[in-house]
């Protein structure tokens, strides 16, 4: 059985793992990746593995980093099962008909402008047509059961806590009458956080792929993010500047309507409003009311209060262009959420390009910000940024708020790690930096007497 890694290997983006065996071979996650123009270039084609021969896709969840180059790989000819928890298939379907609309409007503005130049116009990586028959393929994974998706190989799906029907993943793979467990770890969320169950570990694996996305640090407890935010925000209310929140559509949007949503009902905050300025976010938060039975039990007691259903009044979703636009000429203090979290796509680049300049802005970032994205500019303090080739000078206040991540912090990995630490499990860490993975490494190492495996893109073990 051998394991090439196709992607998130010494980075974040781009997940996808190919496992082989004698009677067969599945991909685990094909997602795109994400940063500068030359790194966005790698989207343009699906792993290198014969689609004609694959027998399954296995999606860990939804996000445009594990799902997004579904449509490519249709492209090169898959036609066999993706499989994945029913949420995630709802989630998935919605974030790739989003990415194909991003996608069209991208090439449409790139070709008018090869045209006027005198170049050939550029195909995209796919069509609808793909998109459509990737989301067709999608079958449901139930969680905690074994499940066969291909002839000697089945999976047991645990809770991940990284967003509403992620998981990770208990591979295993029967070969030669030898049985061998590979765990796939998926993104892991932190313990204790709104919403989703908190995330769940096997006890036993014979290799484990773990995630390292936040493998150097942990975060800021919750409750000091929360009240960061909560002074923030009654700044703002004083200087009646705008509010800015760069959010994944999926996960990070749910938790903030929610702390918003105690806040206003503690008194915490003076009531404001706030705008839900993405059409994903605002079916995805839909998606989220209709599994009620992937809620943690807090979020199942608050939802049956009703509680938050009095300040519905000052929540607005502004699904269309002309309603997003409107949010620009608006006066005094609101919040605008809208994508994407890494301000490399969306409206949130616009209604950056209009508020950056004005000191009274504060910006909120939520999540992680990956090399050579605008998030990642601004989080490193630049002075100036380029959008829509236009340079905007950086007067906001800029606010990295990191306790609100819906990734694991080093002592949370650690403490999903320990579970199946007493098997000793080959450890191989993916989807980190390696300032981010190395250190997890030498901690694992030093504590558990195991020295994980640090791949790079392209790279194949034996397992």
Same mark, same amino acid.
């Given at each position: 059985?051998?394991?090439?890694?196709?992607?998130?290997?010494?980075?974040?983006?781009?997940?996808?793992?190919?496992?082989?065996?004698?009677?067969?071979?599945?991909?685990?996650?094909?997602?795109?990746?994400? $940063?500068?123009?030359?790194?966005?270039?790698?989207?343009?084609?699906?792993?290198?593995?014969?689609?004609?021969?694959?027998? @399954?896709?296995?999606?860990?969840?939804?996000?445009?980093?594990?799902?997004?180059?579904?449509?490519?790989?249709?492209?090169?000819?898959?036609?066999?099962?993706?499989?994945? *928890?029913?949420?995630?298939?709802?989630?998935?379907?919605?974030?790739?008909?989003?990415?194909?609309?991003?996608? *069209?409007?991208?090439?449409?503005?790139?070709?008018?402008?090869?045209?006027?130049?005198?170049?050939?116009?550029?195909?995209?990586?796919?069509?609808?047509?793909?998109?459509?028959?990737?989301?067709?393929?999608?079958?449901?994974?139930?969680?905690?059961?074994?499940? &066969?998706?291909?002839?000697?190989?089945?999976?047991?799906?645990?809770?991940?806590?990284?967003?509403?029907?992620?998981?990770?993943?208990?591979?295993?793979?029967?070969? @030669?009458?030898?049985?061998?467990?590979?765990?796939?770890?998926?993104?892991?969320?932190?313990?204790?956080?709104?919403?989703?169950?908190?995330?769940?570990?096997?006890?036993?694996?014979?290799?484990?792929?773990?995630?390292?996305?936040? $493998?150097?640090?942990?975060?800021?407890?919750?409750?000091?993010?929360?009240?960061?935010?909560?002074?923030?925000?009654?700044?703002?209310? =004083?200087?009646?500047? =705008?509010?800015?929140?760069?959010?994944?559509?999926?996960?990070?949007?749910?938790?903030?309507?929610?702390?918003?949503?105690?806040?206003?009902?503690?008194?915490?905050?003076?009531?404001?409003?706030?705008?839900?300025?993405?059409? &994903?976010?605002?079916?995805?938060?839909?998606?989220? &009311?209709?599994?009620?039975?992937?809620?943690?039990?807090?979020?199942?007691?608050?939802?049956?209060?009703?509680?938050?259903?009095?300040?519905?009044?000052?929540?607005?979703?502004?699904?269309?262009?002309?309603?997003?636009?409107?949010?620009?000429?608006?006066?005094?203090?609101?919040?605008?959420?809208?994508?994407?979290? &890494?301000?490399?796509?969306?409206?949130?680049?616009?209604?950056?390009?209009?508020?950056?300049?004005?000191?009274?802005?504060?910006?909120?970032?939520?999540?992680?910000?990956?090399?050579?994205?605008?998030?990642?500019?601004?989080?490193?303090?630049?002075?100036?940024?380029?959008?829509?080739?236009?340079?905007?000078?950086?007067?906001?206040?800029?606010?990295?708020?990191?306790?609100?991540?819906?990734?694991? $912090?080093?002592?949370?990995?650690?403490?999903?790690?320990?579970?199946?630490?007493?098997?000793?499990?080959?450890?191989?860490? *993916?989807?980190?930096?390696?300032?981010?993975?190395?250190?997890?490494?030498?901690?694992?190492?030093?504590?558990?007497?195991?020295?994980?495996?640090?791949?790079?893109?392209?790279?194949? *073990?034996?397992?």
């Amino acid at each position: 059985m051998k394991l090439t890694l196709f992607g998130a290997a010494g980075d974040v983006t781009g997940t996808a793992y190919y496992i082989e065996s004698q009677t067969a071979s599945v991909l685990v996650d094909c997602g795109i990746f994400q $940063g500068n123009k030359s790194i966005e270039l790698k989207n343009r084609k699906a792993p290198p593995v014969n689609y004609r021969n694959l027998d @399954a896709i296995l999606l860990t969840h939804a996000h445009l980093d594990h799902c997004g180059r579904l449509p490519v790989v249709i492209k090169a000819g898959y036609s066999g099962p993706i499989y994945a *928890t029913p949420a995630t298939i709802e989630i998935a379907s919605l974030v790739l008909r989003d990415a194909f609309k991003i996608q *069209t409007s991208d090439f449409e503005k790139m070709n008018r402008m090869l045209l006027r130049n005198g170049k050939i116009p550029v195909e995209p990586p796919y069509q609808q047509e793909d998109m459509e028959r990737a989301i067709q393929l999608m079958q449901p994974l139930p969680y905690h059961q074994d499940f &066969m998706v291909a002839p000697g190989i089945t999976v047991n799906v645990d809770e991940a806590g990284h967003i509403l029907g992620s998981g990770s993943l208990l591979v295993r793979v029967v070969e @030669a009458e030898r049985s061998r467990s590979v765990l796939f770890s998926g993104d892991i969320g932190p313990y204790g956080m709104p919403i989703v169950r908190d995330p769940e570990s096997f006890s036993e694996a014979d290799v484990v792929i773990m995630e390292s996305t936040y $493998g150097d640090r942990d975060h800021k407890p919750l409750q000091e993010t929360l009240d960061e935010t909560s002074n923030i925000i009654k700044e703002s209310v =004083k200087s009646q500047g =705008k509010i800015l929140v760069p959010s994944f559509a999926i996960g990070r949007t749910q938790d903030m309507l929610y702390y918003l949503g105690h806040a206003f009902l503690r008194g915490e905050i003076p009531l404001f409003p706030v705008y839900i300025d993405s059409p &994903m976010a605002i079916e995805a938060t839909k998606i989220y &009311m209709r599994h009620p039975e992937l809620f943690d039990e807090e979020m199942k007691e608050f939802s049956k209060t009703g509680e938050l259903l009095k300040y519905e009044n000052f929540i607005h979703p502004t699904p269309s262009p002309e309603e997003s636009r409107k949010l620009n000429d608006l006066k005094g203090c609101c919040m605008i959420i809208a994508g994407s979290g &890494m301000c490399n796509a969306g409206r949130i680049r616009h209604h950056l390009r209009h508020n950056l300049w004005n000191p009274t802005t504060s910006v909120l970032i939520i999540g992680y910000q990956a090399e050579g994205t605008l998030g990642r500019q601004l989080v490193d303090g630049a002075k100036w940024v380029r959008i829509f080739g236009e340079r905007i000078i950086v007067r906001a206040q800029i606010h990295k708020l990191g306790g609100f991540s819906a990734h694991a $912090g080093q002592s949370d990995l650690l403490r999903w790690f320990n579970h199946l630490a007493p098997c000793r499990p080959r450890v191989i860490l *993916t989807h980190g930096e390696d300032r981010a993975r190395i250190p997890l490494a030498k901690i694992i190492e030093y504590d558990y007497g195991i020295k994980p495996w640090l791949p790079q893109y392209g790279e194949s *073990t034996e397992l």
